[in-house]
C-alpha cells in the first residue's frame, strides 16, 4: 500500500481567503439573458439505460482522446457509473463496453465511475502510454485505463492498469467511504513534459484535491495528497449571509472542473453557486474569482422535506446572479486558441444551454447556445458532463464538443427508463452560431505543444 504525503489547507485560513474573493459587494443583475443561438447535431450514442436490465448504467461524462497521426482513430471514453465505461469511435458507435470491477484493494467495492479525463505521454513499465483517469465514486479514489496507441482500430481500446492499495481520497476508512461523500469531479492536469495532475471534487462537500499520478510497481497510482477547501456561505450587499439550500447533511459541492494546461488555471463548477477560477498548485497564494454566478445566487431557499425540493423563502425574491447559469452548473472544458485565447465552455443544466466566456482576461461572457437534434437525433436537455477538443478529429475537422444528454428521449427510447447518452457538436457550428475563432493547432495534448 501506498503512503503519500497528504496537505490539507487549514479550514479556517481557506475560508478566510476565500470568502475575500466572494461577491459581497455584487449588485443585482438586470432580469435578462443574453442571445443564446441554437445549433445541431445528428450524431449521438446509442442509449444507456439505469436499471438492472441495462445494467445500471446512467452516462455521466465524456473525455476525447486525439489519435496523435490519423485523427479518424480518435475515440471518446465515457463513465456510466455502475455501468462503467464505454468507449466510442466518432460516429458514435461503441467500441467497448468496461463493466464498474472491484477496485484493486484488500478492502474491495464494485466500482462507480464519475468523471474521466485523458492523460497524454505517461511512462508505464518502460514504455510511453496515454491514459483514461476515472474517478471512482465506491472506492473514493481514481482508477487508470490505458489506451491502445491504435485507438479506434483496438480490439479493446482500454486496459485498466490502476496500481493496488491505493489511499482514500476523502475519507480515513471503508466506513466513511460508504456514506459516499467520495471521489466526484476530475480534471488531469499536466504542467511539464513528465509530470501528472488530477485535481477530484468531493461529492456533498466544497473541498478540492489535487494529486500527483506516479508509477508504482508497473502500474499508475498517486501521491501528495492536497486539499483546499472552497466557501459553503457568501455575504450578500444586503448584509445577509447566503447559504445555498441543499439536503440535509450536503454541502454545496463542485463537480466539473477543467484545467488550462498553459496557465495552470482551474476553473471549477459550483453546482449551485457559479463558475470559479483559481490558480495551480492549491495554496500557490492567488485568490479564487467567482467568475459568474448562477440566476438564483442570493435567494434564501428552504427545503422541503415532502417534496424534497428547496422553495424559496420569498417567492418574489430576485437575489443577485447572473444571466447566463441556471443551476446545476455542470460540465467545463476549454476551447484552446493560439496564446492566451480560447474558450470556456460551461454546462448550464438548469435550463438546457452552454455558456461561453473568454478563455483569457478576467474571462468574458461571449454567448450561449443550445443543441438541437435533427434527422433522428433528439435534443440534448440536462446535460452534465462535456468534453472539447480543438484539434480535428475524423470529419469534425474544426474541433468536436461532446456533451452528456438526459433524458434521452425518441421513438426508439423506452419512456418508462432513466435513459441516457452523449450528443456529438461540430464546433465549427457553434463557432458560426456565435462568432467564435477556430484554432485547430497544438492544445492541451502535449505531445503536439
Known sequence: MTHPRKTILTLGTVVATLLAAAPAAAQPTVAHRDRTATVTTDNETPVLYDDEAGGNASGDDPAIWVHPKDSHRSI??????EGGLRVYDLRSREL????????????????????????YDIRLAGRTVDVAVVSDRYNDQLRFFAIDPAGSAARTPLVEVTAADQRFLFNPDRAAVDEEHTAYGLAVWQPRRGETYAVVTQEGRTTIATVRVVEIAGKLGY???????????????DGSTWVPCEEPGVLPQFEGVAVDQRSGVLYAAQEDVGLWRLPLPLGSGGRPELVDRVTDFGIHDVYDEASEECVPVDPDAEGFGGPRLTADVEGVDIYYGPGGTGYVIVSSQGDDTFAVYDRQGR??????????????TDDVNGSDGLAVTNRPVGGYRHGLLVTHD???????????RDATNFSYVSWADIADALSLKVDTRAGNDPRFR
Open 76 to 81: 471518446v471514453v465515457v463513465t456510466a457509473k
Open 96 to 119: 467497448q463496453s468496461l463493466p464498474a470491477t472491484e477496485a484493486p484493494r484488500t478492502d474491495p467495492a464494485p466500482g462507480r465511475y464519475n468523471n474521466v479525463d485523458i492523460a
Open 223 to 237: 501521491t501528495d495528497i492536497r486539499k483546499v477547501v472552497m466557501p459553503g456561505t457568501f455575504a450578500l450587499p
Open 363 to 376: 474571462n468574458r461572457p461571449v454567448g450561449s447556445f443550445r443543441v438541437r437534434g435533427v434527422r433522428g
Open 406 to 416: 438526459e433524458p434521452e428521449t425518441g421513438p426508439d427510447v423506452d419512456a418508462d
